[in-house]
T-cell receptor, first 113, second 112 residues
């Protein structure tokens, strides 16, 4: 069964303490892997799309990387405003229907000042 | 302003009373989708639509219907709501095959 698993479930960091979030997947025919940020009470906000192993994307303090089995979201010198739930999602190709998206359960990141 | 709007934002209803949650986007996106978000289960896709001619099931379509008569609107219909459909619902739209999705503000539904 195709699955998307994120770890850790929750992560507490001190401001400036860099770390990484993990998203592992077991899907065949990966079409794209996506990272979203979700603040409490709001809809997810798009961060990155990765299409193939070895690809990297950066935005401010965030950097997303992709291998054949997992993706990492690296957070460098985080600030309290980076506190949010980070979601990864996988879109895969299975025949004629390729618009299906599966989300992981998310990592709740808290950055203390 | 580019946005996805949902209405209503909050709804409390009773078992069996048909309801519709509207979703509209002003970005001319082809792709639209509905999700529900539940504690411990995360965000799960209900239905998606690649364009006005193609709509398909996500992971949890049972008990829901959708309609894509025009590009900008994608209503979610609960013909006979049950308590297990109590959840936070999100509509989203995206360009092309839906790679970069923009989410609406969410609709919190309670079915008693």
């Amino acid at each position: 069964e195709d699955q998307v698993t994120q770890s850790p479930e929750a992560l507490r960091l001190q401001e400036g303490e860099s770390s990484s979030l993990n998203c592992s997947y077991t899907v065949s025919g990966l079409r794209g892997l996506f990272w979203y940020r979700q603040d409490p009470g709001k809809g997810p906000e798009f961060l990155f799309t990765l299409y193939s192993a070895g690809e990297e994307k950066e935005k401010e303090r965030l950097k997303a990387t992709l291998t054949k089995k997992e993706s990492f979201l690296h957070i460098t010198a985080p600030k309290p405003e980076d506190s949010a739930t980070y979601l990864c999602a996988v879109q895969w190709d299975f025949g004629t229907s390729y618009g299906k998206l599966t989300f992981g359960q998310g990592t709740i990141l808290t950055v203390h000042p | 302003e580019a946005q996805v709007t949902q209405n209503p934002r909050y709804l409390i209803t009773v078992t069996g009373k048909k309801l519709t949650v509207t979703c509209s986007q002003n970005m001319n996106h082809e792709y639209m989708s509905w999700y529900r978000q539940d504690p411990g289960l995360g965000l799960r896709q209900i239905y998606y639509s690649m364009n006005v001619e193609v709509t398909d099931k996500g992971d949890v379509p049972e008990g829901y219907k959708v309609s894509r008569k025009e590009k900008r609107n994608f209503p979610l219909i609960l013909e006979s709501p049950s308590p297990n459909q109590t959840s936070l619902y999100f509509c989203a739209s995206g360009e092309g095959e839906g790679y970069e999705q923009y989410f609406g503000p969410g609709t919190r539904l309670t079915v008693t």
